[in-house]
């Protein structure tokens, strides 16, 4: 397959086929993250993509799993991306599931017939950048969309059969606005009842311009910000992941199972004096 870098993809999806259907991301406004702004946003030829997939499908016809990039490919035309499953699905007769970036505004400018036809096609897993639950912070880091409308979109894909991957940032408010966004990302997370989250620390990038209202967290700040909306969380079905490399300290588990020995080990941690309490801590090389 031909990329234009660059590309990105969820950790989770390492071991899929890619194809590059679209470049950069439709909005790109958000002033946390440096992932497209070198890019200009434009949709790649139907018929190359179409072509690409039935070149692969001769070179890999085992292919299972297949993610579409780039940035919220759920806000393709309706028709555009149907053509693309129904490619997909003829060329990989084992295919099991196909998974994209989403946004809320994408998935409900959808009707439920159109997402039930997409579901039917083995569109799968909708990743989802929740970032915080607080329209405050979200309007603060020129997030276009609204709290409310991706607590919908998330409850609307999930009963028609989707699994919805939803991500928060960790630090996101900063100082001035943490408990806002510590209080409404856990409000937001239980609405939605997500069957996957993970959770990053938001660490800014080269070339962020970042609000001026904005003050980082500490490392230690950080920890105890994710232990706050970790035990503020009723939630009766999610996996939960926080170990990119991002986090100070890699945590797995499921809700509700597993919610008592993450807060626990959150709060070891926090009492074992390991972490910075006066600045970011040692932050990674790669994110």
Same mark, same amino acid.
């Given at each position: ?28 406004t ?7 702004? $070198?890019? &200009?946003y434009r949709?790649?030829? #139907? ?11 001769v ?17 393709? =035309? ?16 084992r295919?099991?599931?196909v998974?994209?970036y ?7 400018? &959808? ?5 039930? $036809? ?6 799968? $897993? ?8 607080s ?7 020129? &997030? ?8 919908s979109?998330?409850v609307?894909?999930? &009963? ?33 009842q ?9 660490? =800014?990038?080269?070339?962020?311009v ?7 967290? $500490? ?5 105890? #910000? ?11 079905r999610?996996v ?7 986090n ?11 919610k ?28």
């Amino acid at each position: 397959m031909r990329y234009e870098e660059p590309l990105f993809r969820p950790p989770a999806e390492a071991e899929s086929l890619i194809f590059q259907v679209a470049f950069g991301c439709p909005h790109n406004t958000c002033r946390f993250c440096g992932m497209y702004k $070198t890019v &200009k946003y434009r949709l790649r030829p #139907e018929s190359e993509v179409l072509a690409e997939i039935a070149g692969a499908g001769v070179r890999h016809p085992e292919t299972t799993r297949v993610f579409l990039a780039d940035g919220d490919v759920m806000a393709l =035309p309706f028709d555009r991306l149907k053509t693309y499953l129904e490619a997909l699905r003829a060329a990989f007769p084992r295919l099991c599931r196909v998974n994209v970036y989403a946004n809320g505004s994408s998935i409900l400018g &959808k009707s439920a017939t159109q997402l039930e $036809t997409l579901r039917k096609l083995k569109l799968h $897993t909708l990743y989802m950048g929740l970032e915080s639950g607080s329209q405050e912070v979200l309007d603060l880091f020129g &997030k276009t969309e609204r709290a409310d409308e991706m607590i919908s979109a998330v409850v609307t894909a999930q &009963k028609l059969g989707f699994r919805c991957s939803v991500m928060i940032l960790i630090g996101l408010g900063g100082q001035f606005l943490r408990e806002e966004h510590i209080r409404q990302t856990a409000f937001a997370l239980n609405c939605m009842q997500p069957a996957l989250l993970s959770a990053l620390r938001f660490i =800014p990038v080269p070339g962020l311009v970042l609000p001026d209202r904005y003050a980082p967290v $500490t490392e230690f700040q950080a920890v105890e #910000e994710l232990r706050a909306i970790l035990s503020l969380l009723d939630l009766n079905r999610t996996v939960f992941r926080a170990n990119h490399t991002s986090n100070p300290i890699p945590l797995a588990g499921r809700f509700p199972h597993d919610k008592a020995s993450l807060c626990r080990e959150l709060s070891f941690q926090l009492a074992s004096g390991s972490l910075d309490e006066y600045g970011p801590g040692t932050v990674p090389l790669f994110l």
